[in-house]
T-cell receptor
Framework: DQQVKQNSPSLSVQEGRISILNCDYTNSMFDYFLWYKKYPAEGPTFLIS?????DKNEDGRFTVFLNKSAKHLSLHIVPSQPGDSAVYFCAARGDTGTASKLTFGTGTRLQVTL | DGGITQSPKYLFRKEGQNVTLSCEQNLNHDAMYWYRQDPGQGLRLIYY???????QKGDIAEGYSVSREKKESFPLTVTSAQKNPTAFYLC????????????FGNGTRLTVT
């Protein structure tokens, strides 16, 4: 039962263009969402997050949009750079106030080409 | 320089042997976690601990055991009962405040033959 889904396993974007990575979730109790970036043989690094009380959060080139009614979120990277090439994981948690247990999607491999 | 240290980076074991993966953090985080990553799958939670001397099973705890005797350390033992132990194992920690992100180590790749 995959509660967090990233339906695109891979995405290729030209340098300078916008990258849009999508994520869908099924559990209506999730109300905090995070994006992580992962290089091969390394641990994921936190990129950006959004709480359910917002529909947009921006940090430099990275913007996360949340559509709670559609149970959908997306990560926009503008402009895309070659160093952005990595696997991106969407993650979600219920704001239970207890441990930050995260449920992860399967990841989308982004390749930024020259 | 604060962070999470996992050792070793690569580990090889024969089937039937128990093996312990190390995880140490100096971030003063209360909560620690173990995740497993397999090709084509997301990270799946094995065990987590919110406080010293206490831990809870995650989604795939069977065949694994943990201890939390110190705040800084959360070792994971992969026992011979784990059916498919070959994987990339990731340790993480967090402040356990609502909304705090997890900080990950660089992982240990375990290969069991």
């Amino acid at each position: 039962d995959q509660q967090v889904k990233q339906n695109s396993p891979s995405l290729s974007v030209q340098e300078g263009r916008i990258s849009i990575l999508n994520c869908d979730y099924t559990n209506s109790m999730f109300d905090y969402f995070l994006w992580y970036k992962k290089y091969p043989a390394e641990g994921p690094t936190f990129l950006i997050s959004i709480s359910s009380i917002k529909d947009k959060n921006e940090d430099g080139r990275f913007t996360v949009f949340l559509n709670k009614s559609a149970k959908h979120l997306s990560l926009h990277i503008v402009p895309s750079q070659p160093g952005d090439s990595a696997v991106y994981f969407c993650a979600a948690r219920g704001d239970t106030g207890t441990a930050s247990k995260l449920t992860f999607g399967t990841g989308t491999r982004l390749q930024v080409t020259l | 320089d604060g962070g999470i240290t996992q050792s070793p980076k690569y580990l090889f074991r024969k089937e039937g042997q128990n093996v312990t993966l190390s995880c140490e953090q100096n971030l003063n985080h209360d909560a620690m976690y173990w995740y497993r990553q397999d090709p084509g799958q997301g990270l799946r939670l094995i065990y987590y601990s919110q406080i010293v001397n206490d831990f809870q099973k995650g989604d795939i705890a069977e065949g694994y055991s943990v201890s939390r005797e110190k705040k800084e350390s959360f070792p994971l033992t992969v026992t011979s009962a784990q059916k498919n132990p070959t994987a990339f194992y990731l340790c993480a920690s967090s402040t356990d405040r609502a909304g705090s992100p997890l900080h990950f180590g660089n992982g240990t790749r375990l290969t069991v033959t």
